[in-house]
């Protein structure tokens, strides 16, 4: 009150202010005067019949401007807070029966009519009866304008009072005799106006169409009228500037039908909602955002009203082709099933049909549309177990849809087209990630079907939220086994799909899990769900997993899980539950099902490499020989069926040899013997690009030998192992029957790759009677590779693997003399000293990529001549024969070799420990002469 107080002064000097002919000081004080009204709670009443003079003076003068007209007159209105009957009668006063009023006043008593519903009511007969004289003498379209504002407030005011009267102060007063007069006024104005209105005038009469037909359709008698000016309403869908207001009036007309419970006639009905569906369906231009809400609101109230009636017309028009109507019809659903109307719930049937009809649409905005409406479906339980698989399978095709449209495009396709099959494929995986599957119907609905998309490939990028769905269905069911001895809530008809058999789970799931050590959720996934499903995939696997997982999983717990840890460990998950299983046609199948799979993963990914090490561990489980010699068979004629022929044979046949050495030495054997050989060196031992080489072979040598019984390797390791290694190799290094040095890189480390498994393979065995016959002429033959390596670059890692090879070989038997101690290290440090320095090594590299792999080849190579050194010197038991060695790699300087390179600096490269006692102990030795 004092912020007004300093602000006017005096309220009374205020008020004279009015009196002065200064418009636009009273522009100010009239916008003030509104504030200052609204917020007293009690004025004087002289004050208050003052402010009701010159505000009512000002409204009516025609002399001054239209806007300060405009605020007198909501001053007027705003006083009626204080003195009601005042101001009404102020402003009846001036609005005579036969005599065309002001338009000001005409206004005021439309505003009195809403903001004082109840004081105006009394006082609403009189107005009407005197508006009723003053239409025929209203020939101005802007007084026609503000007649249909007054038509409208009045229509609100007296709806209110009809629904609500008991809220009223007073007793009921006969509403039919108000709407008699709005009928006349109504009906006047709607054959005289509106047929030659303007744009302007019939936006006026379309704002009161709305609350006009919504009050009249109380009457049973103004009913029909009433619904036959619908059409006109609708007939006004021209101007895009006026679509709100129409929609806006037709809402409120069929919000009056509902809750006076009329039936529009069919015709009718159709028309709206054809009408309707437009303005959300308009083409080229979008329809204004707030008519599509406005037109969205209809529908809902149309589906609360008749909902088998709006289903039909959806069935109808989503028939056609039309892209925008089926993405609204779609979008109209979706909305009205998130309303939750009550009565829509029992036509789920219905609307899943509804959806199915636009389920072979390939317009990227149908399918997004249908993929969002089927989301809500799903969580608001509008699935039903007899129609609503077809829309989960369409979640995962639609995914699957996307992926092949992205991988291969169409060439005429856009940027667009690309875009939208991104935006499908990234819903339909958020769809996924939102369903809930224990939703009321839905485990009826998903088990098991669900499991049908775990094994087949195109589903792969579903599988974190494929995974979770199927844990939750299953944990759900066990906790309701725990709570009731019995559940049969998953055990439903599977229909005409077809359920992956407990082969292709385990081969599928067991190859994903992999992934876990890499931190991925789709790995925890596929674990989390072996753990839980033993009974699925065999009954006798529950026992023994229930024991094995807690331990199998706990490398997972760290924050750097070990990969091959993690690898041996499924491995060895996989042996011990075949072993318990013990049924060979079982077991037969499921190394058919990782065949099977073999095209779900890209030749380098981490899962086809653990699929074939899986694959060679379930042959060597099954004890079906022939069917093993079999596989084994088809794998070595058809390698292309593996992905990548060299990695995938070398996996599966050195695992499989754990168990079946003699098979695969076999087989190998025969396949041998079967095939011609070519004169041409490395050639494929059978015709055709994607077949076996002689290379491949000694690779799968080595890997068989590495993966042997101990047992067994060494009675067959000269002949039936390292006869046929040498033998290719030989093969492979003959030109016209002549043995030459073959600088073939990739045979040259394959060879020493093979020989190495060799080596390990027989120290391994830790038979210390056994002598390794081809021991110096396997070292001969590294020794020969290295030395063919350039002095001036390093290029390949041949230099880094012939060290490592030669470094097992030497620990084999027989033992090596002092001189091939001396020879072997002299030989190698001749062919690494010699080499520049690092930094110029990585200089001759074109880019960061090369010189990054010429840091590593130096890094390795070293370490590797370290190893090899201090192997050969620990390894030794005679005091002179160490001191021998270590002189050698002490401080020489060697032919070819610039600088002396002294023992200290070979420390940091692996060839002693720093400070170790036998370092000291050689050091202080006496050379020999």
């Known amino acids: 009150m004092e912020e007004y107080g300093d602000m006017f002064g005096d309220i009374n000097l205020t008020i004279g202010m009015l009196s002065k002919e200064d418009n636009i000081s009273k522009e100010d004080i009239y916008c003030h005067l509104t504030s200052f009204i609204q917020n007293t709670d009690i ?108 038509l409208e407030n009045f229509s609100k005011s007296i709806y209110k009072y009809v629904n609500h009267w008991k809220d009223f102060p007073y007793p009921k007063l006969d509403a039919n005799r108000l709407s008699d007069k709005i009928f006349m006024l109504f009906r006047y104005i709607m054959e005289k106006w509106a047929p030659q209105a303007s ?20 009457r049973e008698d103004f009913c029909e009228f009433a619904l036959s000016q619908i059409s006109w309403l609708l007939l006004q869908y021209r101007d895009k500037e006026n679509d709100f207001y129409i929609t806006q009036s037709l809402k409120q007309i069929l919000t009056a039908a509902v809750l006076y419970d009329i039936a529009l006639p069919k015709n009718l009905r159709r028309s709206v909602l054809s009408s309707l569906l437009h303005q959300i369906c308009k083409v080229p231009e979008p329809p204004i955002k707030e008519n599509k809400l ?120 856009s940027q667009e087209d690309e875009n939208g099959e991104k935006s499908v494929q990234e819903t339909s995986l958020e769809v996924l990630k939102s369903l809930d599957p224990l939703v009321i119907g839905m485990p009826q609905v998903l088990w098991p079907r669900i499991l049908t998309y775990v094994v087949p490939k195109e589903y792969t990028g579903t599988l974190d939220y494929l995974f979770n769905i199927i844990r939750i269905l299953i944990m759900a069911e066990e906790k309701k086994k725990r709570d009731i001895q019995e559940s049969t809530a998953l055990v439903v008809s599977t229909g005409a799909v077809k359920l992956p058999s407990p082969q292709q789970l385990l081969a599928r799931l067991l190859v994903i899990s992999i992934l876990a050590s890499l931190g991925q959720l789709c790995g925890a996934g596929a ?61 037969s199948q499921l190394s058919r099902d990782f065949s099977l799979q073999m095209g779900s993963y890209s030749n380098s990914s981490m899962e086809k490499k653990f699929l074939w090490k899986a694959l060679g561990t379930t042959l060597a489980s099954c004890q079906d020989k022939d069917f093993v010699s079999s596989q084994i068979n088809e794998f070595l004629v058809t390698p292309s069926l593996l992905g990548d022929h060299r990695q995938g044979t070398t996996s599966i046949l050195g695992f499989c040899a754990e168990n079946h050495l003699d098979i695969v030495l076999n087989v190998l054997k025969t396949f041998q013997d079967k095939e011609k050989f070519f004169v041409n060196r490395c050639k494929g031992i059978f015709s055709g690009k994607k077949s076996l080489t002689k290379t491949d072979l000694i690779l799968i040598y080595g890997a068989v030998a590495l993966h042997a019984p101990k047992q067994q390797l060494l009675a067959r390791l000269d002949q039936d192992i390292m006869g046929q290694i040498l033998l290719l190799y ?19 480390m394959s060879f020493t790759r093979s ?12 038979d210390q009677k056994f002598q390794f016959t081809y021991k110096e002429m396997l070292i001969g033959s590294m020794l020969d590779l290295i030395k063919d390596e350039p002095l001036n670059t390093l290029a390949s890692p041949v230099r880094w693997k012939v060290l490592i090879a030669i470094r097992y070989l030497s620990k084999l038997k027989p033992a090596l003399s002092l001189n091939d101690h001396l020879n072997i290290l002299e030989e190698n440090i001749r062919r690494l000293l010699p080499l520049p320095p690092l930094e110029k090594l990585k200089s001759q590299g074109e880019t960061d990529k090369d010189r990054e792999r010429i840091e590593f080849l130096y890094e390795r190579s070293m370490d590797a001549l370290g190893k090899l050194l201090r192997s050969m010197i620990w390894d030794n038991t005679d005091a002179q024969n160490c001191e021998e060695m270590f002189n050698v790699s002490g401080g020489t300087t060697h032919p070819g070799c610039p600088t002396p390179r002294p023992v200290c600096s070979f420390s940091g490269c692996g060839l002693f420990p720093r400070n170790s006692g036998r370092e000291k102990e050689l050091s202080k030795s006496p050379r020999k002469s």
């Open 43 to 150: 004025m004087d009443d002289a004050i208050v019949q003052r402010l009701i003079y010159y505000t009512s003076k000002d409204m009516r003068d025609e002399e001054i401007p239209r806007e300060l007209r405009m605020l007198a007159g909501e001053v007027l209105v705003s006083l009626a807070a204080h003195d009601f009957n005042s101001v009404m009668y102020e402003v009846q006063s001036n609005f005579r029966i036969l005599e065309l009023p002001n338009e000001f006043v005409v206004l005021a008593l439309a505003e009195l009519a809403t903001s004082y519903v109840s004081q105006s009511i009394p006082f609403m007969m009189m107005t009407l009866l005197t508006m009723q004289t003053m239409l025929r003498l209203v020939e101005d379209e802007n007084m026609r304008q503000t007649f249909c504002i007054a």
């Open 199 to 218: 744009p302007m005038h019939a936006l006026a009469i379309i704002k009161a169409h709305g609350p006009t037909v919504s009050l009249l359709l109380h």
């Open 294 to 413: 406005e037109a969205s609101s209809c529908f809902l109230i149309l589906a609360h009203a008749n909902p088998v009636d709006l289903l039909d017309f959806f069935d109808e028009q989503i028939r056609s082709t039309n892209e925008a109507v089926r993405t609204g019809i779609l979008t109209l659903l979706r909305s009205t099933i998130n309303a939750e109307e009550p009565k829509f719930r029992n036509h789920t049937t219905s609307i899943e049909k509804t959806v199915k009809l636009v389920m072979g649409d390939l317009s990227v905005k149908v399918r997004k549309s249908t993929l969002l409406l089927i989301q809500t479906m799903c969580e608001k339980g509008y699935i039903e177990a007899r129609e609503g698989w077809p829309l989960i399978d369409y979640i995962f095709s639609q995914f699957a849809m996307s992926n092949r449209n992205l991988e291969n495009p169409i060439k005429s396709n």
């Open 527 to 587: 674990i989390g769900l072996l753990k839980i499903m033993p009974e699925i995939i065999h009954p006798k696997l529950a026992e023994m997993w229930k024991t094995r997982m807690p331990a199998l999983l706990q490398p997972l717990e760290g924050s750097n899980a070990s990969i091959v840890l993690w690898e041996t460990m499924l491995l060895q998950l996989l042996k011990e539950s075949l072993w318990k299983i013990s049924d060979v046609a079982w077991t």
């Open 730 to 748: 030989g093969q492979c290094c003959q030109i016209l029957g002549v043995s030459v040095i073959n600088k073939d890189m990739d045979l040259q």
């Open 755 to 766: 020989i190495t498994e060799v080596g390990i393979a027989v120290q391994d065995a830790e």
